[in-house]
Structure formats: C-alpha cells, structure tokens
C-alpha cells in the first residue's frame, strides 16, 4: 500500500506538466466566464424572461463543464451497473449547440437551453449561500466539487421491482466511491408538466442544492452515533431539512410560490411559503410513527415560519442565520457527540440562539404560531 502511494506522489508533477501542455493547445476553445442566454426567474408569481447572464464559474463551454461540476447524460438506467454512479463511468458530454462568438452565447434548441438551464441554476445556488457566509461556500468546503455531475434528464427507477422510470422530479445524491462520495444532481425526464419545466425552475434546483449543502455543514458532521437515530428524530430532520430547501429556493428565485410555477394546482398552495401552515395532529403522528410520513408535509410548515420570520426581520438575516444554525447544528443539538432525540423543539431552539437574542423573541413567537398548537414541540 506504501509503495502505492509513493508511485502516486511520483506521478503527480507528470501529470500536471502533461495537462497544462493540453491546456495551452486549447487556446481556442472558449473558456468561462461567459455570458449565456438562459430563461431566468425575476419575481413573485412565477415570472420568467429569457435574458442574459454571466456564467462565473464556467470553465470549459463546450463541455459545460466548470468549477461546480459538469452537465451531462447517461443513456442507461443509473443502477443498471454500480459502477456508473460509484466511479462516475458512462457519462456524456450534450450535444450542445450554441450561437455566438468569443464569451457571449445563446442555445440553440431545447435541449442545449436545458442543459446551461441546469449549470446556471447549480450556480445561482452556490453563489446565494456563498455571498450569504463564506462557511457555505461549497467550493471550499467539498474537494471533489468539480467532479459534481449533473445529469440531464437521468433515467433511474423509482423502485427496484417496479419497471417506472422517475420523470417530473429532481435530486440531490451523494454516492460513495471508491475515491471519496460523489455528488450528483439528477434531473429527470419532464413528462406530465405542462407548465414550467423543471430544467427551468431554478427554484426547484437550488432546492437540490440546498441538501447538498446540508450534507456537507450538518450531515458529516454527525458522530457514528448520531447516525442512528429514532424513526421520529430521523423523519423530524428529514422534514425540516425539505423547508430548509425550500427557503433557499425561495431566496434564490423571489418566489415563495417556485414550486407550483411547475406543479400548479398541486394541493391549494402546499408549498407555496407565503401560505400561513400550522402543522396538524395527524402530520405530528406520521412523523413519530413513520407511517404515511412525508417529509415535504413538516417541511412546507417548517418552510412558511421561515418566511414569516423572514417578512419580519429581513429575509437576508434570517438567511444568514440559517446558514449558521445549519453549520453548528451537529453540536447544538448534541449529534456531533452522541446520539440525541431531535425534535421541532431543539431545531427551533438551535435556529433561536443562530439568531440572536435582537431576533429570537419574533421568531419563537411565529415558531410557537406554526408547531405549538399540534403539539410539535
Ligand atoms: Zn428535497
């Protein structure tokens, strides 16, 4: 195994030589940042125009590829081989057409809008946690970051037994490799929405981005103990890391109503944010108990206190505490150590002490409005 090791450290200098002497023959190719027309969101109401913007964290163009990871397909079901999401193997680069010259390029059909669509909305995330606090800049925080895919209408069954396939949906997954997890977005095929495709909805993008961010400032940070958890403290984290998602979604796009821009109609405003929601007897038993839990249910009760603690204090700052509550969530609530029961309770009171005592009484106050009267606390 030593002897591995040291081959590799004699390699590393060739290599290196050997890829910038590549770098300098592709003069021609265009290298990021590049200005790219793309369809954008701009305010509440699910308002959208097609406009420009400029790509920071692109590299390779052509490739779509950059510094948060590369868009790609796969023609094959992704669990048809373990080696397709374990060691990243099979993966496509678009067939991307583009117009335009020197850094500023427009798509040219559907497919090629779909793919810069999925790297801009990956990036529109990066940069919102980022410029909120630099401890969520995933870019300094995951190594492998480049090696991120994300996967243009991914084929990959819903259930082991069943032959459906998932379409009108999205995901953020981490798989373990051989070298270190790898991160992969998956966006499925669109096949019912009428409306918004999901390719285009960066709120429901930056949603996946968001658990990335989860997984890398809370979930990692979990001892071996606090792994393992009670169905109800699993589901309750699970529940709230959905409206955590959501929140940012909203940040990201002005839109507390992102999500049915793509689903309309899908329950009478479920989760829409500016939808007051108090949490119900029956969604606290599914919680405790696991049966018929959804997590999106909790966490579209969990997502509206966040706006409403947003309007009343600014949606930035509560953002920004957020972001801190979610990095010292481990301690706070006793998992970076031992196993701990996580209820709406501890999450409510870790997000209090990341806001301070100048905010904490308006939010326990809205926390108690929504959790309180079902007994969720
Ligand atoms: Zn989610």
């Known amino acids: 195994m030593k002897n591995r090791i040291l081959a590799k450290s004699w390699l590393a200098p060739f290599l290196s030589l050997f890829l910038l002497g590549l770098a300098s023959c592709s003069q021609q190719l265009p290298f990021g940042p590049v200005n790219m027309m793309v369809i954008q ?5 699910c308002q959208y125009e097609i406009g420009t913007v400029s790509l920071q964290t692109i590299e390779n163009i052509s490739e779509l590829r950059g510094l948060l990871g590369r868009v790609v397909s796969n023609p094959n079901d992704l669990e048809s081989d373990p080696n397709i999401l374990q060691m990243g193997l099979g993966f496509q ?9 020197q850094n500023s390029f427009a798509p040219l059909d559907k497919n090629s809008l779909l793919g810069v669509s999925l790297y801009y909305a990956i990036e529109k995330g990066h940069f919102l946690f980022k410029n909120l606090d630099p401890a969520a800049d995933l870019l300094s925080v995951v190594s492998n970051m480049k090696e991120t895919l994300l996967v243009q209408n991914a084929i990959l069954k819903n259930n082991s037994d069943a032959k459906d396939f998932y379409s009108d949906n999205a995901a953020y997954v981490q798989v373990p490799g051989n070298e270190g997890p790898r991160n992969y977005f998956l966006h499925f095929p669109n096949e019912g929405i009428t409306s918004l495709p999901l390719g285009f909805n960066s709120g429901v993008l930056v949603h996946e981005y968001a658990h990335m ?27 709230f890391e959905e409206g955590f998602a959501d929140y940012f979604a909203f940040l990201a796009t002005n839109d507390p109503g992102f999500f049915h821009c793509s689903f309309p109609g899908n329950g009478s405003g479920g989760r829409d944010l500016s939808h007051r929601k108090t949490l119900t007897p029956t969604e606290v038993t599914s919680i405790k108990t696991g049966i018929d839990f959804d ?3 909790g966490g579209s009760v969990w997502a509206s206190v966040q706006y409403q603690i947003g309007e009343s204090i600014g949606h930035q700052e509560n953002g920004r505490s957020l972001i801190r509550f979610i990095n010292n969530l481990a301690s706070c609530s006793g998992l970076a150590s031992a196993q701990a ?5 501890v999450l409510r009171n870790c997000h209090l002490q990341a806001l301070g005592s100048a905010y904490g009484s308006r939010a326990q106050q809205l926390y108690q409005g929504a959790f309180g ?4 606390f």
């Open 213 to 239: 961010v989860v997984q890398y400032l809370f979930h990692n940070k979990r001892s071996e103990a606090g792994k393992t958890l009670s169905t109800s403290s699993e589901n309750t984290l699970a529940a």
């Open 93 to 101: 680069s678009l067939d991307l057409r583009l117009s335009g010259a």
């Open 373 to 376: 009267a079902a007994g969720g």
């Open 41 to 45: 969101p701009v305010g509440p109401g």
């Open 341 to 345: 029961s996580i209820n709406f309770d």
């Open 295 to 297: 997590s999106h249910d």
